[in-house]
């Protein structure tokens, strides 16, 4: 299996640390908003590679944070008059909600930075025993030039870095030694979380919360480390510098990083403000077929979302659908009886095309290209399966069909339409529950509802539903 690695540029062969397992760690949102559909890409990328490794038979250890004290938090969290805890816990919960529905299976480990503070204030202890970190004024920095290889990731030179840093030297207002150096302590303004350390009542710095969680659950050495690519620089490099110089060892073995999802050519961003939610997608589309749509592109090239690609994946997802379903009554009256010799043919065919498939997600899961390979198949099974072919063959090309979509995390098998009266009945054992403080079943309920393509809204007048699209 091949994975394009930043680190060198290339796609390298992918041998793992431990035979048998992977360790992967995955940046995860800042939770200040609901996710918009840009955050969903890595979620979405992340989580197939995840697959396709459990598909291979990995036993996969898979760790991605929450960033839940951040300064956009706060700012959120003041304008409410609400602690940021509130704001975080609130859209971690929301976030969680969209991750199901989008089919991205929890992680192994969703660890939070606000957890983890003890352990990020040791490895910045661990960094000022070992020359690598300095305290002025309660404010800890990261010191540079101290790690020559600084810049190997995002292949910068250190010294174009410090030219464009330039003026804030001029300025003289910074305190660093370096312009290049970066914050792993800073104390607390006004109003603002804090916790106690050594050096001042104070938060971490973004880039250690990282280096630090991921040693905590996957130990000093990992397999993969993702997330989009402006993560790169500097967050990323900052993480490599930090783990490397604390821990005396390569961080991470592969580096992987998806590219934008972007709308009329810009960047979706929060900042920029030209950006969808899932939400909002979700009451339009099954969101199976935003992840039909995001895994249609390979995942390092620009994704440009519209409403004209949203409509055609809906369609060739709707084809893959329509297929299965035939297969389903075609086997209901299929005969049992061994396989024919013109069977056996197309058997082969199949196996050959899972072999298309799989050839395609080990260079560097090209997705685009296993796509093809699942739609040829679908082809193959709507030119060859018909009311004399046998039960065998059938069930054959439906299983094979259904195991290589749900490594994409596509459920081909086109779900059952709820009844209204079902849809109350689930609506009131969710009120019962409410009302008896059970908060978790009464989530539980909301999302089995939310599955099923029924969305809930709590207003004055009680609580209303309706229905989103649904293949
Ligand atoms: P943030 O909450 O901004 O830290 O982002 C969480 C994750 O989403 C990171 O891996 C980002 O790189 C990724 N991300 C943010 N915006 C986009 C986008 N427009 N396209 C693809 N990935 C994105
Ligand atoms: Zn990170």
């Not at 994704?303 to 055609?312: D, G, I, K, Q």
């Not at 069977?343 to 296993?370: C, H, I, P, R, W």
């Amino acid at each position: 299996m091949k994975i394009y690695n930043t680190l060198s540029r290339k796609k390298e062969e992918f041998i793992p640390l431990e035979e048998g397992k992977v360790r992967m760690y995955v940046c995860g949102p800042t939770v200040y908003n609901y996710i918009h559909i840009g955050n969903a890409r890595p979620m979405i990328i992340f989580d197939t590679v995840r697959r396709y490794l459990e598909y291979k038979g990995y036993d996969v250890n898979y760790v991605s944070n929450f960033t839940d004290v951040d300064d956009k938090i706060i700012k959120k969290a003041n304008e409410e008059g609400v602690s940021s805890e509130e704001i975080s816990k609130r859209y971690i919960a929301e976030c969680k909600k969209d991750m199901q529905a989008l089919n991205v299976k929890p992680a192994t480990k969703h660890p939070l930075a606000t957890e983890e503070i003890s352990g990020m204030i040791e490895m910045i202890r661990t960094l000022m025993d070992k020359g690598f970190a300095y305290e002025k004024n309660g404010t800890v920095y990261f010191r540079t030039r101290k790690f020559p290889e600084y810049g190997k990731l995002s292949h910068k030179n250190l010294d174009e870095l410090q030219s464009g840093n330039r003026s804030l030297l001029v300025s003289g207002a910074d305190e660093k030694e370096d312009s290049l150096d970066f914050v792993l302590w800073k104390p607390k303004k006004e109003g603002e979380p804090s916790w106690a350390s050594p050096w001042s009542e104070g938060r971490p710095g973004w880039h250690i919360e990282c280096s630090e969680m991921s040693k905590r659950y996957l130990g000093e050495q990992i397999d993969i480390h993702a997330g989009g690519e402006d993560l790169i620089f500097p967050h990323h490099e900052n993480e490599i510098a930090q783990s490397e110089a604390a821990n005396g060892k390569l961080f991470s073995r592969y580096w992987m990083h998806n590219g934008f999802l972007n709308i009329d050519n810009k960047k979706m961003s929060k900042s920029l403000g030209n950006f969808f939610t899932v939400r909002e997608i979700q009451e339009k589309y099954d969101l199976q077929i935003l992840r039909f749509f995001m895994l249609s592109v390979h995942y390092r090239s620009p994704l440009n979302f519209s409403a004209e690609l949203m409509e055609a994946a809906k369609n060739s997802l709707e084809r893959i659908t329509n297929a299965v379903d035939s297969l389903n009554r075609l086997s209901a009256a299929a005969q049992e009886r061994p396989l024919s010799e013109q069977e056996q043919a197309v058997k082969k065919q199949g196996e050959e095309l899972v072999s298309k498939y799989e050839a395609a997600m080990e260079d560097d899961f090209n997705t685009a290209d296993a796509i093809s390979a699942v739609f040829e198949l679908v082809r193959l099974a709507n030119t060859s399966a018909g009311e004399n072919t046998s039960k065998e063959l059938i069930s054959y090309l439906k299983n094979t069909i259904l195991t290589l979509c749900d490594i994409l995390g596509i459920e081909a098998e086109k779900k059952q339409e709820m009844l209204d009266s079902d849809i109350e009945a689930m609506i009131a054992q969710r009120q019962a529950a409410r009302k008896a403080k059970n908060y978790a079943r009464a989530d539980e309920i909301r999302n089995e509802l939310a599955k099923k393509g029924i969305l809930l809204e709590d207003t004055r007048q009680g609580v209303k539903w309706k229905r989103v699209s649904i293949h």
